[in-house]
């Protein structure tokens, strides 16, 4: 069976911690694949306000995830701190890739890679739009 490789980019434009609950823990005493989309969500939350933004308004359109992706790497435990990194990255007309690296603060183990794929939406013409020209001035980066 094939398996999903997701490589990272070389450099991340954010990071922010968060300390695992006990509702991020599966039965198998580890942090659960729903919970990463969830810390994933947090830390884009973060990001985006540190500009901001926020998912509904990014500069007038908001956002919606069109796919998500998580790479295994380790275990992560409750109690134990994580940082995420999230990179903005690989932009189309209407949206981009948020990348994300997950690893246990103290020892920088690494826990998971994720990726969410967004696209840009008018919420009121209930159709995809764009790219916000002041969100792209922010993460597009020359080569």
Same mark, same amino acid.
């Given at each position: 069976?094939?398996?999903?490789?997701?490589?990272?980019?070389?450099?991340?434009?954010?990071?922010?911690?968060?300390?695992?609950?006990?509702?991020?823990?599966?039965?198998?005493?580890?942090?659960?694949?729903?919970?990463?989309?969830?810390?994933?969500?947090?830390?884009?939350?973060?990001?985006?306000?540190?500009?901001?933004?926020?998912?509904?308004?990014?500069?007038?359109?908001?956002?919606?995830?069109?796919?998500?992706?998580?790479?295994?790497?380790?275990?992560?435990?409750?109690?134990?701190? $994580?940082?995420?990194?999230?990179?903005?990255?690989? %932009?189309?007309? *209407?949206?981009?890739?948020? /990348?994300?690296?997950?690893? !246990? #603060?103290?020892?920088?183990?690494? $826990?998971?890679?994720?990726?969410?794929?967004?696209? %840009?939406?008018? *919420?009121?013409?209930?159709? /995809?739009?764009?790219?916000? !020209? #002041?969100?792209?001035?922010?993460? $597009?980066?020359?080569?």
């Amino acid at each position: 069976m094939a398996r999903v490789k997701l490589d990272l980019p070389e450099r991340f434009d954010f990071s922010t911690e968060i300390s695992l609950r006990v509702s991020d823990i599966n039965y198998g005493g580890h942090l659960g694949h729903d919970s990463i989309l969830s810390l994933t969500h947090e830390a884009r939350v973060r990001l985006l306000r540190k500009y901001g933004f926020t998912e509904i308004n990014i500069d007038g359109p908001g956002l919606i995830i069109y796919d998500a992706v998580i790479v295994y790497k380790s275990e992560a435990f409750y109690g134990e701190t $994580v940082k995420i990194e999230v990179a903005i990255c690989d %932009f189309s007309k *209407y949206g981009c890739d948020f /990348v994300y690296k997950i690893t !246990e #603060k103290e020892t920088g183990r690494e $826990v998971a890679r994720a990726k969410t794929g967004i696209v %840009f939406f008018d *919420y009121r013409e209930r159709k /995809v739009t764009y790219v916000p !020209e #002041k969100f792209r001035a922010i993460f $597009v980066t020359e080569s």
